[in-house]
């Protein structure tokens, strides 16, 4: 099983600011199979980043994804209010091949 | 525009089976692109995928960790899928999603979900 750590666990940062996410596995992922997902409280996670750096449909160009094989980021250039959430990050692979998430980082306004 | 929406039981006694069914609206479930699959967040804590199925091969696939327990079945005549796990403990309290596992040439990523239902383990 390919073991996704998310860092920091949280992150406390002013509206206007950028943050930056970190996903590290504990093997090659292939990026095509690297996801990022946004969830805000009491409600279920929707898709952000696709491919590792393709933004899903509707979402905002300041949120970018970038990296390859064990360590991946997720950029979030200017905060707005509604990007405080918890963000996981997604993988397929390993053997048995199968999905699994990071724990996740809660971005918290400071 | 395509929606999912869990629904069953939110209790379940100990050592029974925990059943659920999604029922999908706004499309198919028969496209060869796509899984459809079911996760899980236990209260407070990180999601946890289930397992994902596909109507064009029939295929199944589960987590390792869970697949001595659980079934996911297709039912195409009722746009519905559903999601079966025997010996519940209190472990197995969580919300659980259903959602769209889109496996679109080499980009694999989950990009629908449901609004989740929470099933809690109790006797």
């Known amino acids: 099983e390919i073991v996704l750590t998310q860092s920091p666990g949280t992150l406390s940062l002013s509206p206007g600011e950028g943050a930056t996410l970190s996903c590290r596995a504990s093997?090659?992922?292939?990026?095509?199979?690297l996801a990022w997902y946004q969830q805000k409280p009491g409600q279920a996670p929707s898709l952000l980043i696709y491919?590792?750096?393709s933004r899903a449909t509707g979402i905002p160009d300041r949120f970018s994804g970038s990296g390859s094989g064990t360590d991946f980021t997720l950029t979030i250039s200017r905060l707005e209010p509604e990007d405080f959430a918890v963000y996981y990050c997604q993988q397929y692979g390993g053997s048995p091949p199968m999905y699994t998430f990071g724990q996740g980082t809660k971005l918290e306004i400071k | 525009q395509l929606q999912l929406q869990e629904s069953g039981p939110g209790l379940v006694k100990p050592s029974e089976t925990l059943s659920l069914t999604c029922t999908v609206s706004g499309g198919s479930i028969s496209r060869s692109s796509y899984y459809w699959a079911w996760i899980r967040q236990p209260p407070g804590k990180g999601l946890e995928w289930i397992g994902s199925?596909?109507?064009?091969?029939?295929?199944?696939y589960y987590n390792p960790s869970l697949k001595s327990r659980v079934s996911i079945s297709l039912d195409t005549s009722k746009i519905q899928f559903s999601l079966e796990m025997n010996s519940v403990t209190a472990a197995d309290t969580a919300v659980y999603y259903c959602?769209?596992?889109?496996?679109?040439?080499?980009?694999?990523?989950?990009?629908?979900w449901g609004k989740g239902t929470t099933v809690t383990v109790s006797s």
């Open positions: 491919g590792a750096s």
């Open positions: 959602g769209r596992d889109s496996r679109v040439g080499y980009y694999y990523y989950m990009d629908v």
């Open positions: 199925t596909i109507f064009y091969s029939g295929r199944t």
């Open positions: 093997q090659s992922v292939t990026s095509t199979y």
